[in-house]
């Protein structure tokens, strides 16, 4: 079954404002990933946050993770319109060679 | 300098037919992965490779059959299409000792 299932479905905010993005997932991991997947393209990776890591930052992007409610959030600052796009988060869930993702969070920042 | 290439990008074809998707990485990465996004945008694995050898496969059909001739290419065949199978066809390489996937541009197939 789905692991990861991301909350919102749809995201639509004005360019400038911060964006969230939630992911919650339910057995145990070793780390959990965000991608982002433009329209037509395929999914690039983001940044990557360990069970034993709690908060992680790279850029405009700030991700958390709480193990104990096995959920996670990212969070985009200050929006561009070229962040428009679908964002997952994915587990190793299923495995050291695997990763489970869920359905995406369609991100849509209006200029 | 494309990473992860596919190759065709978009391809319609009737059911029935036998089609394939081929998938190259200059990475120098060992392990290959195709997935399938369906038209929720739901994307799951099928099947994965490390150094040529299938070490993961999903609960796929058996018409679906991956090759790799070397590490650096992993292809998938499918006999007998079925309208099912119109999805977008990832192929995605990862290195050793990484966690993060690398993707292709995608494969769209259509089935008719």
């Known amino acids: 079954s789905q692991q990861g299932e991301e909350d919102p479905q749809a995201l639509s905010i004005q360019e400038g404002e911060n964006a969230t993005m939630n992911c919650s997932y339910k057995?145990?991991?070793?780390?959990l990933q965000w991608y982002r997947q433009n329209s037509g393209r395929g999914l690039v990776h983001l940044i990557l946050?360990?069970?034993?890591?709690r908060e992680k930052h790279s850029g405009r992007l700030r991700v958390t993770l709480d193990t104990s409610k096995k959920s996670s959030s990212l969070l985009i600052t200050a929006s561009r319109a070229a962040d428009t796009a679908s964002y997952f988060c994915?587990?190793?869930?299923?495995?050291?060679?695997?990763?489970?993702f869920g359905q995406g969070t369609r991100l849509t920042i209006n200029p | 300098d494309t990473a992860v290439s596919q190759t065709p990008k978009y391809l319609v074809t009737q059911m029935g037919n036998d089609k394939s998707i081929k998938c190259e990485q200059n990475?120098?990465?060992?392990?290959m992965y195709w997935y399938k996004q369906d038209s929720k945008k739901f994307l799951k694995i099928m099947f994965s490779?490390?150094?040529?050898?299938?070490?993961i496969n999903e609960t796929v059909p058996n018409r679906f059959s991956p090759k790799s001739p070397d590490k650096a290419h992993l292809n998938l065949h499918i006999n007998s299409l079925e309208l099912g199978d119109s999805a977008v066809y990832f192929c995605?390489?990862?290195?050793?000792?990484?966690?993060?996937?690398?993707f292709g541009p995608g494969t769209r197939l259509t089935v008719t």
């Open positions: 990475l120098g990465h060992d392990t």
């Open positions: 057995t145990s991991i070793n780390n």
């Open positions: 995605a390489s990862r290195g050793e000792a990484a966690y993060e996937q690398y």
């Open positions: 490779y490390n150094n040529k050898e299938l070490i």
């Open positions: 994915a587990t190793d869930a299923g495995g050291a060679q695997k990763l489970v």
């Open positions: 946050i360990r069970s034993n890591e």
